[in-house]
Every structure is written in structure tokens, then in C-alpha cells.
């Protein structure tokens, strides 16, 4: 059986560490992918590591918080060993250091694309400007990159009008209110009463469509609605909301919330039940949205002024975007 090692900081992870790995799995039978870190990075050796297993199930992937120097090829040989748990027969790198670091481990050094002439990147390019690079990433880490817009609202005031709005203005994705359509599919039915779990079933779908949608999106990905406004119906529904819920919206990061105003008329569609408490629920998504300590414009008046407003807002984020360490 061949086994081969690739072993780097993947920091962060591209199409080029991509074209590496990808190399090394038509050559060997078992891989090892060693992701190194130290702690304070920006972006979180855990969270690096995770993009691979996901992308790569069929690796091992082994995460390593070292302090080696980068010029001691005989430790990083002899640690390369001890964290494999084996003498690896192929190593795979991209790397200049690739030849003589092989050679302590007794094994061939496949050297990938040097030059970076098939994919042109680097991690300091992306943690630069990383919005400028996201055709360099995979979805799963493109999806880390792009900023989260999420618009909320009371029932019939625009939020998903707006949403889709500003989908095709930027020409971007956006996620849909999963909640409203698991509501309309139990309504009518005599199990038409909630319970808390149903609640952060909602939650997690809709966190884990802005996950998917987030690395098919450009540089912002439009939320209609997010497990917050989940908590805030459970709210609504059981007259309380659920640590569990909470946890599922307190976990995530949005870069900018916009709040639909009250100040259009209310249209029934057979689906919405809070006709009469449109501004009590305006009133409880800012509240909200300052006990979390979140940042968000309110937006009113016809569509077309609605997008523009919320245009000059994301155009703000995107232009002041730096990296920072997301909670995940």
C-alpha cells in the first residue's frame, strides 16, 4: 500500500493546496493531510481543518499547534513521522523545501505546480482581500469569505421583496425563509400546534442553507430572515424562546442587518397569522437585535428606495471588510 503525506498551514485553504491533494490521491492508496497552526491566527486552525475533512472525507486529516522553526527540515521530517503515525512513501508539496524534507522520511518528493502557474494564488493574497479572490476557493471555504446580509422584518413588510431585490442587483445568492414554508406545509393539518423542537429544526435548516448558498454567492449573501427571526416567532408561538434556539443565531456572524419598516400596507396570503401585532414585532427584532449587539440600518418606503438604501449599506460592508475570526 502507497501512503503519502501533505502537510501545510492551509491558510487559508484554495484551489492550489486543492490541485496538491488532488495529485497525491491518484498516487497513493492512504493519505495524510497535516494541517499545522498556532494559536491567535485569524482564521482558526480548527476551522481550516474542517474545510478539508468536509471537502475530503476520505482523508486523514490531523491537526497540529506547533512551534517549530520553518527552516528545521529535520524536526518537521522527524514530527511529520511521529504525526502520521508512519514513514509516508510519497510527500506532496508546492514547495521549494519539498526535496531535502523528503529525503530525511526516505520518501519521493512530488513537487505540484511551483511556479503556482495552473492556479496563480496564495494565502496572503486571499487574507489580503479576500473578496477579490473567492473564484480561488471552494465552496465550503468560499462560504466562510462572503459577508452575511440578512434582512428581517414583520410579517408583510417587504423582507423577502427586498431580499430578492437585491439578489439580482448584485447578482448574488439568497437564502429563503425555510420557517414560513414548513409552517404552511403543517397548518392545516391537527398537528397545526408548535413545540419547541420544531422550532430548532427551523433554525438549524436555515443556518445550513446559508452555509451552502454562502459558496455559490458573490462577495455578499443576501438572508431572508435567519434563526433569530426563528427565535422570535418561537417566542411568539410558545410566549418563550429556547436556549437552543438562541445558541443556533448567537453562534453565527452577519455582517449588517436590515429591518423592512411597518409603513407599507399589510396583504393577507393565507399564511401569515400576525396581522395586528406587525408593529410589536418590528419593535421586538430591534430590540433584539441591540440586546445581541448587532449592526442594522431600518429601511422604508417604495422598493426602489429600499434597495438603494440598503445598496450604500452593503457596499460599506464589502469595502471595509478585513478578515476576523467568525464564530463558528
Not at 462560504?143 to 448574488?172: D, M, N, P, Q
Request: with cysteine; charged share 25%.
Amino acid at each position: 500500500m502507497r501512503r503519502g503525506v501533505v502537510i501545510g498551514k492551509f491558510y487559508p485553504f484554495h484551489k492550489g493546496h486543492q490541485y496538491v491533494i488532488e495529485t497525491a490521491l491518484k498516487k497513493v492508496d492512504f493519505l495524510t493531510v497535516i494541517v499545522t497552526g498556532k494559536h491567535g491566527q485569524l482564521i482558526k486552525p480548527s476551522v481550516r481543518a474542517s474545510w478539508i475533512k468536509k471537502i475530503y472525507p476520505q482523508v486523514k486529516v490531523k491537526l497540529i499547534y506547533h512551534n517549530i522553526a520553518d527552516d528545521d527540515d529535520e524536526k518537521w521530517a522527524k514530527k511529520t513521522v511521529e504525526w502520521a503515525t508512519y514513514k509516508p512513501d510519497f510527500v506532496f508539496t508546492s514547495e521549494n523545501y519539498g526535496d531535502h524534507w523528503a529525503q530525511l522520511m526516505g520518501a519521493v518528493h512530488v513537487a505540484v505546480d511551483i511556479p503556482r502557474k495552473v492556479f496563480p494564488i496564495s494565502g496572503t493574497k486571499i487574507r489580503e482581500n479576500p473578496l477579490e479572490y473567492l473564484d480561488f476557493l471552494h465552496p465550503v471555504v468560499r462560504s466562510y469569505f462572503v459577508r452575511k446580509i440578512c434582512i428581517v422584518g414583520a410579517e408583510s413588510t417587504g423582507s423577502t421583496t427586498l431580499s430578492v431585490a437585491l439578489a439580482k442587483e448584485l447578482k448574488t445568492g439568497w437564502t429563503f425563509e425555510f420557517g414560513r414554508y414548513y409552517w404552511q406545509g403543517k397548518m392545516d393539518s391537527k398537528f397545526a400546534k408548535w413545540d419547541h423542537r420544531e422550532f430548532a429544526y427551523i433554525a438549524k435548516v436555515q443556518n445550513q442553507l446559508e452555509d451552502e448558498l454562502g459558496g455559490y454567492s458573490n462577495k455578499v449573501l443576501i438572508c431572508d430572515t435567519n434563526s433569530l427571526v426563528t427565535y422570535a416567532w418561537e417566542e411568539f408561538f410558545m410566549k418563550k424562546g429556547s436556549l437552543k434556539v438562541e445558541k443556533l443565531f448567537t453562534n453565527r456572524k452577519y455582517d449588517l442587518y436590515i429591518v423592512t419598516d411597518v409603513d407599507i400596507p399589510f396583504v393577507s396570503d393565507g399564511v401569515r397569522v400576525a396581522k395586528n401585532r406587525r408593529e410589536q414585532m418590528h419593535k421586538q427584532f430591534i430590540e433584539l437585535l441591540k440586546k445581541y449587539g448587532q449592526k442594522y440600518i431600518v429601511v422604508s418606503g417604495s422598493v426602489a428606495k429600499r434597495v438603494q438604501a440598503s445598496k450604500v449599506a452593503i457596499d460599506k460592508v464589502v469595502s471595509s471588510y478585513q478578515i476576523d475570526e467568525k464564530i463558528l
